[in-house]
């Protein structure tokens, strides 16, 4: 499992990194536009009409402007965190050694 989230988790820096090279100016809605431009009008009239206009406007729309590279940035940054192997502190080592003796 942690070895999945480490390989998903680097994928998504390395997406980060090439979109970041290609145009780090680029906004999720532009890049979401040039892969398809319906999905994206699909996706607005579906969350204005089925769960709340307000949603879109104020948290959607501000979202979409964002650079493009954030968004495999965030997730790939979390799945590292959540793969990578916790240390024990010195006090929880000391103490179940304690229990054992």
Do not use: C, H, Y
């Not at 892969?35 to 979409?64: C, H, M, Q, Y």
């Not at 650079?67 to 990578?84: M, N, S």
């Amino acid at each position: 499992m942690r070895k999945t989230l480490m390989g998903l988790g680097s994928a998504l820096l390395l997406t980060a990194l090439v979109l970041v090279l290609r145009d780090s100016s680029q906004s999720i809605a532009e890049l979401w536009v040039s892969i398809d431009p319906n999905s994206l009008v699909g996706f607005g009239a579906l969350i204005e009409k089925k769960v709340d206009p307000d949603l879109w406007t104020r948290f959607v729309l501000p979202l979409l402007k964002e650079p493009a590279w954030l968004a495999p940035l965030v997730p790939g940054i979390l799945l590292l965190l959540a793969g990578r192997p916790w240390k024990r502190s010195s006090a929880t080592d000391a103490e179940a050694e304690s229990q054992t003796a």
